[in-house]
């Protein structure tokens, strides 16, 4: 469990440091009660390394690929850095103290995989990227849904027209995004304007 904390107050003696958390939109008392919890990690986010945000992200995305592969979350880890590097080239790095840069890359490469895999988030896509733009372009190329990560299809942002044969128009200049079924019958039914209010998603110019 990997939950974003905003310090609250503090208080330092000879023995150490005492923290005061808070965690908003998340009641933990079950979970603190049931499983008699006392301990937990922390990272201290100085803004200039990866962030707090970022690392929640990567951390949540690594858990939903290991429950659908079956690899250990630590396990997989590794294996998705190594991918990483491979694909980018860059240096061996941790998530506890990488650059912001660092850390959204990555978080593209474990996306994509989980795309690229059909492997259905616990959470919405676009709350787990720090790149949009690279989200939605890799849901049009898989043709996954940019919201719900199922099987898609391509819905024209930008509406081709009534009467015109969408076999011959060149729509290269037309926004574009990748929606499964229900949700593609949703932003017909709602408005791209509405729809984009909902989910924080929308079309995009693919060449």
Known sequence: MYELARIT????????TELKVFIPKVN??????????????????????????????AYATIADISMHTGYL?????????YLHISKIGCKYFSLSDCSVDTAREFINTILDC?????IILDDLGINRTDDINHYLYACIKNKKCA????DGEIH???????????TEIDDSNHRKICLCRIHHTECHTVGNDAFEEKYKVYGMIVK
């Open 147 to 150: 919201v719900c990560g199922k």
């Open 28 to 57: 933990l008392q079950e979970s603190i009660i049931s499983k008699q919890i006392r301990h937990c990690g922390m990272w201290l986010d100085d803004g200039r390394a990866i962030s707090a945000e970022q690392r929640k992200k």
């Open 156 to 166: 024209h942002w930008d509406a081709i027209g009534m009467g015109n044969d969408r």
């Open 73 to 81: 979350p630590e396990e997989l880890k590794e294996w998705l850095k």
């Open 114 to 118: 989980a795309i690229e895999n059909g």
């Open 9 to 16: 107050g503090y208080r330092v003696s000879q023995d150490g």
